[in-house]
């Protein structure tokens, strides 16, 4: 029986059953992020969650690789903060004018829809 979302957890399309058929398919991290329609973070979120549930290590091809330059452009920094652009936006669940609570732990920053 599979655990379920730890207390804390904020990712949102999380399939491991989906994502586990996907890895063993030897899939890379850009098919995997379109097919699961997350962004690089989620999907490397996802994939701790699931090695923590089934106790394996498993390798996505390019999940490491530095960030596109496609990826990039969904961001920027601004004198006062990060703007997100609407794509990418249409990963997240959020969309533009939402509200949000931002918490922080440890090394992230999680941004939840009030």
């Known amino acids: ?53 089934d106790n394996e290590l498993y390798d996505i091809p390019g999940l490491l690789d530095p960030p596109s330059l496609e990826e990039k452009r969904w961001w920027k920094y601004k004198k006062d903060g990060v703007i997100f652009s609407e794509k990418m936006l249409q990963y997240t669940g959020f969309k533009p004018g939402d509200a949000f609570e931002m918490v922080v732990e440890e090394d992230r920053v999680i941004l939840k829809k009030i």
């Open 1 to 53: 029986m599979a655990k379920s979302k730890r207390k804390g957890t904020y990712t949102h399309n999380y399939d491991p059953d989906r994502l586990r058929q996907l890895i063993k398919e030897q899939r890379g991290a850009k098919e995997i992020m379109k097919d699961l329609q997350i962004s690089r973070y989620s999907l490397y979120e996802q994939l701790l969650m699931l090695q923590d549930e």
